[in-house]
């Protein structure tokens, strides 16, 4: 099965930095994957996402970035502010099963 | 629109106690979903309904069952509570069935089994 996984459980950045986000999945065949913002006490909201036919998507202050090769995606926040903070999840998923699979979560934390 | 609401938001039940958690959803989605949220965990898929008057399980279905009851509602049913079952559920619901597309969450049912 897939299993997706973020190199840092928190990020801690200065407001107005730009913020990286990584994240590795285990599919070769997962072609679909999603960022999600979690903030606290609510649910999950979809940010960007991003099919395996691209490298790189935009959205409003948000790049995804894809690396098929090394199966390796990430999210850029630019110009960070006090409202990103919040827990970020990707999603992974593939033909076989419309359903994303989340990974663990990096907490970004924006200091003023 | 409301989106997805959840009810209850806050239950505590003792050990054996049953409960149903409730979802709706008012955007016509056709595909309904039930996560549960545990401390420094991804959420994990518990059952799923990829359209009215379908259901399967996911990743962690023991100790739960679900009803889609008409397009808009997707219980979730714990038949007797076990202290493992402390955690926060999400309901979810997106459009198309058997394609990809977003989901969106409801606010969650913080559960606590003592």
């Known amino acids: 099965g897939e299993s997706v996984g973020l190199h840092l459980p928190t990020l801690s950045v200065q407001e107005g930095d730009n913020s990286i986000i990584n994240c590795a999945y285990s599919?070769?065949?997962?072609?679909?994957f999603i960022w999600y913002k979690q903030e606290s006490g609510k649910g999950p909201q979809f940010i960007i996402d991003?099919?395996?036919?691209?490298d790189k998507r935009q959205g409003q202050r948000v790049t995804v970035l894809l690396n098929k090769t090394v199966k390796h995606l990430s999210l850029q926040i630019a110009a960070t502010q006090p409202g990103d903070s919040a827990v970020y999840f990707c999603a992974a998923a593939s033909g076989g099963s419309y359903i994303p699979t989340f990974g663990r979560g990096t907490s970004l934390i924006v200091h003023p | 629109n409301a989106g997805v609401t959840q009810t209850p938001k806050f239950q505590v039940l003792k050990t054996g106690q049953s409960m149903t958690l409730q979802c709706a959803q008012d955007m016509n989605h056709n595909s309904m979903y039930w996560y549960r949220q545990d401390p420094g965990m991804g959420l994990r898929l518990i059952y799923y309904?990829?359209?009215?008057?379908?259901?399967d399980k996911g990743e962690v279905p023991n100790g739960y069952n679900v009803s889609r009851l008409n397009k808009r509602e997707f219980s979730l049913r714990l038949e007797s509570a076990a202290p493992s079952q402390t955690s926060v559920y999400f309901c979810?619901?997106?459009?198309?069935?058997?394609?990809?597309?977003?989901?969106?969450f409801g606010p969650g049912t913080r559960l606590t089994v003592l």
């Open positions: 309904s990829a359209s009215e008057g379908t259901t």
């Open positions: 979810a619901s997106s459009d198309r069935e058997g394609a990809y597309n977003e989901q969106f």
């Open positions: 991003i099919r395996s036919n691209m």
């Open positions: 599919n070769s065949a997962s072609d679909y």
